[in-house]
């Protein structure tokens, strides 16, 4: 009786030995025989092969039936009975199935195969190129605008506390996005696969990053490609695969990409059907990058990157940070006027009577009008713990003024002290605690209202005292001078 070689004498073992004692024997032939433990060489790798194949066929019960009854019929001296199960049996190999797998978790042979794969060093497949990196920096590009837009706002009248609200809102959305861009920036420069839809042999592979999904190819039951013209030019080609019964679809461009991938695919399906026809094992085996990951039985997660987790949190960090920057800034700017709704409706006389201004003969308290500059009676002397001085120049104006020094403090202000100064006059103010002020005055002779930039009284210890700010501000009947001044309400007032 003939005796053939079978996979229990490669894994050498016993023909009725248990699954537990092939799958000992198989794990220690893997140790001494991977080809991370003998230099990779040609031999460990065939060697790898075989055993790799030999323990998949044993593993599974039905493949194991199939092959024990291939063994009687091949020692069996009925040469009829031979000859038809030969014609009849399947390739004793791993079955190539669908799946997806992290770069990461292949071992070193099949990483080696997928790069040279990207690279373009291998002619037995055809590889076409999907997404780029080029909207992701567009994105980048107008999402920093943002930015600058908030910064420079800052710049301007305070904030509302609704606009601060929606500045926030729309700075998270913003940061999310810049995120998942810049990651993914990040993470295509960063891996050797990118993203490509490549045909092999036995398989239709859809690399992106890490990430690698495949499907052999007799699972490909149907294709359509859709090209895409706008305004007289091509600009990609719709291409829909119903793969292992699932629907995909993806963007390929050039448009004689997709007339190449169904010849190649034709040419591998030819070369596949011989292949199982005549039984060349080999043909599977050597095409196969998925063997030893699938024999190994790991578990490919989906876990967040580190690098992705970093990114997200430092543009938080980032994009709120400057949030804060520019709120810092912008809440010691001047309070936006109140507005007054002025415009004369389409039917109705442009002509409207303007009330007559009319000097009061007294102070809003009752007060007398001071015959010189002095502060006004009957009114607090607030903010009087300071050092600092201010003197309110009203020399180059012919008519009196009604003056306020106003304190600024958050979203409030309030009039700390409050005085008179006549025409050509001027007057000082004496013992003022440090902090952000304006001035805020109307001409008693026209009754106008105007408000001065905001300005700041420090206060600084020195090794030899403390120095103290001693401001001078003259005013002007029409708004100009050495402050810039502001229309006022008088509701502000």
């Given amino acids: 009786m003939k005796k053939v070689r079978t996979h229990y004498d490669n894994l050498k073992v016993a023909r009725d030995a248990?699954?537990?004692?092939?799958?000992?024997?198989?794990?220690?032939?893997?140790?001494?025989?991977?080809?991370?433990?003998?230099?990779?060489?040609?031999?460990?790798?065939?060697?790898?092969?075989?055993?790799?194949?030999?323990?998949?066929?044993?593993?599974?019960?039905?493949?194991?039936?199939?092959?024990?009854?291939?063994?009687?019929?091949?020692?069996?001296?009925?040469?009829?009975?031979?000859?038809?199960?030969?014609?009849?049996?399947?390739?004793?190999?791993p079955p190539p199935t669908s799946g997806e797998v992290s770069f990461s978790d292949l071992d070193n042979i099949a990483r080696s195969k997928i790069k040279t794969r990207v690279s373009g060093a291998d002619k037995n497949q055809h590889a076409v190129k999907l997404d780029g990196v080029f909207w992701s920096y567009v994105w980048i590009g107008g999402l920093l605008t943002w930015f600058y837009y908030i910064y420079t706002s800052a710049?301007?009248?305070?904030?509302?506390?609704?606009?601060?609200?929606?500045?926030?809102?729309?700075?998270?959305?913003?940061?999310?996005?810049?995120?998942?861009?810049?990651?993914?920036?990040?993470?295509?420069?960063?891996?050797?696969?990118?993203?490509?839809?490549?045909?092999?042999?036995?398989?239709?592979?859809?690399?992106?990053?890490?990430?690698?999904?495949?499907?052999?190819?007799?699972?490909?039951?149907?294709?359509?490609?859709?090209?895409?013209?706008?305004?007289?030019?091509?600009?990609?080609?719709?291409?829909?695969?119903?793969?292992?019964?699932?629907?995909?679809?993806f963007s390929i461009n050039g448009k004689q990409q997709y007339q190449i991938l169904l010849n190649r695919l034709q040419e591998y399906d030819s070369k596949l059907r011989a292949a199982l026809k005549s039984d060349d094992s080999s043909y599977i085996i050597n095409n196969d990058e998925f063997t030893e990951f699938r024999n190994q039985g790991v578990k490919s997660d989906r876990a967040i990157p580190s690098s992705t987790i970093v990114i997200y949190v430092v543009l938080f960090f980032v994009s709120f940070g400057w949030l804060s920057v520019a709120y810092d800034i912008n809440k010691d700017r001047l309070v936006k006027p109140a507005y007054s709704k002025s415009a004369t409706p389409y039917n109705k006389s442009p002509e409207i009577q303007k009330p007559i201004y009319a000097r009061p003969a007294t102070a809003p308290?009752?007060?007398?009008?001071?015959?010189?500059?002095?502060?006004?009676?009957?009114?607090?002397?607030?903010?009087?713990?300071?050092?600092?001085?201010?003197?309110?120049?009203?020399?180059?104006?012919?008519s009196d003024v009604f003056v306020k020094l106003v304190s600024i403090k958050a979203n409030e202000s309030n009039p700390v002290r409050i005085f008179?100064?006549?025409?050509?006059?001027?007057?000082?103010?004496?013992?003022?605690?440090?902090?952000?002020?304006?001035?805020?005055?109307?001409?008693?002779?026209?009754?106008?209202?105007?408000?001065?930039?905001?300005?700041t009284l420090e206060e600084t210890e020195t090794y030899n005292g403390t120095r103290y700010s001693n401001m001078t501000m003259t005013l002007y009947k029409v708004r100009n001078g050495n402050m810039k001044t502001y229309g006022l309400s008088e509701g502000e007032f």
């Avoid at 398989?203 to 990053?209: D, E, G, N, Q, R």
């Avoid at 502060?375 to 009203?394: E, Q, R």
């Fill in 365 to 398: 308290n009752g007060s007398p009008w001071p015959t010189q500059a002095a502060y006004i009676i009957n009114y607090p002397k607030l903010n009087a713990t300071g050092l600092s001085t201010v003197t309110v120049d009203n020399t180059q104006n012919d």
């Fill in 155 to 249: 710049f301007n009248y305070r904030w509302t506390i609704d606009t601060a609200y929606w500045h926030s809102g729309i700075t998270c959305v913003v940061w999310f996005l810049l995120a998942k861009n810049a990651s993914w920036v990040y993470s295509w420069h960063s891996t050797p696969l990118k993203s490509w839809l490549i045909l092999t042999p036995l398989y239709l592979m859809k690399l992106h990053l890490d990430r690698i999904s495949y499907w052999p190819i007799w699972t490909i039951s149907d294709i359509k490609g859709t090209h895409n013209f706008r305004n007289g030019s091509y600009q990609d080609t719709d291409l829909a695969m119903t793969l292992d019964g699932e629907k995909h679809n």
């Fill in 420 to 455: 008179f100064i006549p025409s050509h006059g001027k007057f000082k103010l004496n013992g003022i605690t440090a902090g952000l002020y304006d001035i805020r005055y109307r001409d008693l002779a026209s009754g106008g209202l105007a408000r001065s930039e905001s300005f």
């Fill in 18 to 93: 248990p699954p537990e004692i092939i799958r000992a024997a198989y794990k220690a032939l893997s140790q001494k025989h991977h080809p991370d433990r003998n230099g990779s060489t040609s031999e460990s790798q065939d060697i790898m092969k075989i055993i790799n194949a030999s323990y998949t066929a044993l593993a599974n019960p039905e493949s194991r039936r199939r092959h024990d009854l291939w063994i009687r019929q091949q020692e069996s001296p009925d040469e009829h009975t031979r000859t038809t199960e030969k014609k009849s049996r399947k390739v004793e190999v």
